[in-house]
């Protein structure tokens, strides 16, 4: 049974750091492009960044370019996500994924296949 259990979401100050996981179950991670999401309340959910099978290359949605770093752990079966300098806007719901295919991409979400539950992260002082 594929499975993603997301957790490391919380309450952080502006400018403070989180670092995100997302244990894998059911699959080898090794063998998928992976991604994280986040969906704020009323926005639609949006692709911040991805890690691809094989070469690894990485994604990152311009709002978070410099601040985020995707990274996977394939022996432990966990995915990353290391937010740093955090801003309010970044407060949402935020979901690891599945790719369907070898070479990740941030949209449309219908290229992910599986979907962890969410974690939520709140910026605020």
Do not use: H
């Not at 049974?1 to 400018?15: A, I, K, N, R, T």
């Not at 094989?54 to 995707?70: A, H, L």
């Not at 079966?77 to 991409?105: H, I, W």
């Amino acid at each position: 049974q594929v499975q993603l259990v997301e957790s490391g979401g919380g309450l952080v100050q502006p400018g403070g750091s989180l670092r995100l996981s997302c244990t894998a179950s059911g699959f080898p991670l090794e063998g998928y492009a992976i991604g994280w999401f986040r969906q704020a309340p009323g926005k639609a959910r949006e692709g911040i960044s991805c890690i691809s099978r094989g070469d690894g290359t990485t994604i990152y949605e311009d709002s978070v370019k410099g601040r985020f770093t995707i990274s996977r752990d394939n022996a432990e079966n966990t995915f990353y996500l290391q937010m740093n300098s955090l801003k309010p806007e970044d407060t949402a719901v935020y979901y690891c994924a599945r790719g369907r295919f070898a070479q990740c991409v941030l949209t449309p979400t219908y290229m992910y296949d599986y979907w962890g539950q969410g974690t939520q992260v709140t910026v605020s002082s």
